[in-house]
């Protein structure tokens, strides 16, 4: 099952792209909504390899995701693969220099089911979709603005 928006960003390419990459802001964002997040790579900045073990409540159960960031290049995209429970998934994002002054963000995520329940999830997301795309778009949108709100103070 696949996702993807595009957004405009008022924000330079390169401040665009270190907001997005700022991982350490990303972690204490999560733990501020109750993750549990533990960086499980040594590199000491952003790039290919680094990765993550997180830990949370989701419909009353405790649910636990890995992430890995197989591709890394500045300023054009980052891509994420996470595992979770039957569930791999790819988030690809890209950013495109419009002009000087903006930057157009483009998401794309695709989820893919490896056990029967997980199958089973998919499918029933599917009979939603419109409903998810819609607030899929509106999620990215809200990043957007909050990538460009913090890109301007950089």
Avoid: C
């Amino acid at each position: 099952m696949k996702f993807s928006t595009k957004e405009d960003v008022d924000a330079p390419i390169g401040k665009v792209f270190d907001t997005l990459a700022d991982f350490e802001m990303i972690e204490r964002a999560a733990m501020r909504r109750g993750v549990e997040v533990q960086r499980t790579d040594t590199l000491s900045k952003p790039g290919i390899g680094a990765s993550w073990h997180a830990k949370f409540n989701m419909r009353g159960k405790q649910r636990e995701v890995d992430i890995f960031v197989p591709s890394y290049d500045p300023p054009n995209e980052i891509t994420m693969h996470s595992q979770l429970q039957g569930l791999q998934s790819e988030m690809k994002i890209e950013l495109v220099a419009l002009s000087r002054q903006q930057t157009r963000l483009s998401v794309v995520a695709n989820l893919k089911p490896t056990t029967l329940s997980a199958r089973l999830l998919v499918q029933s997301l599917k009979m939603a979709r419109t409903k998810l795309n819609k607030r899929f778009r509106e999620r990215v949108a809200d990043y957007a603005r909050e990538l460009q709100e913090r890109a301007a103070r950089l």
